[in-house]
């Protein structure tokens, strides 16, 4: 099977298995979950991609959690948000230093994420339950990056060639150019 039917056959079966077990099992937003998925193939993929996605994910949750909690103790209007928020993004930008989180719009999907699963949820960032939006986010990333994961995996099995299969394509695959 060539790898872009593998890739349709496994991302669309394991995009409705998440929309199924982030409904029922696991609840947390599956726009997050489809964005840290989205992550996980932006940084390249495989292992060392689930480590650099969900590092950098994770980055962005602690930043924005921190930044929206900073707004908090300063009133929570929406000037003191605004700057908050602002200096949070110039931090994450500075994350990208650490080669680990170099790249940036990784670390982005955190920190939004964390911030719609505010707003999604209605959830402040003060809560102390289960439900508190970086925690929720935080969960919802690492499960979007292990469908990444596993989707690529799968259409990688399915795009595999058994050993007579490349020997017959060997066998048969027509010579350019003419005879002398």
């Known amino acids: 099977m ?3 039917t593998a890739s349709t056959l496994s991302i669309g079966v394991l995009g409705g298995l998440a929309v199924a077990l982030t ?3 696991i609840t947390v937003p599956i726009w997050v979950v489809f ?6 193939f932006f940084v390249g993929g495989g292992t060392a991609g689930w480590i650099r996605s969900v590092s950098s994910n994770l980055v962005g949750v602690v930043i924005a959690s921190a930044s929206l ?17 602002g200096v949070g993004s110039a931090v ?12 940036t719009p990784a670390v982005v999907v955190g920190f939004a994420s964390t911030v719609s699963t505010v707003a999604g949820t209605g959830n402040d960032i003060t809560v102390t339950t289960i ?3 970086g925690l929720v986010a935080a969960v919802a990333c690492v499960l979007g990056a292990s469908f ?4 690529e995996y799968l259409a990688t099995v399915m795009t595999k060639k058994t050993a007579g299969e490349r020997v017959s394509q060997t066998e048969t695959a027509p010579t350019e150019g003419s005879p002398a």
């Open 2 to 4: 060539d790898s872009r």
């Open 92 to 103: 994450m930008v500075q994350a990208s230093w650490v080669p680990l989180l170099s790249t």
């Open 35 to 40: 964005l840290a998925w989205a992550s996980f």
């Open 148 to 151: 990444g994961l596993l989707s």
């Open 131 to 133: 439900s508190h939006p």
């Open 23 to 25: 409904a029922e099992v």
């Open 69 to 85: 909690y900073a707004a908090y103790l300063m009133g929570g209007s929406l000037l003191v948000t605004a700057i908050a928020v």
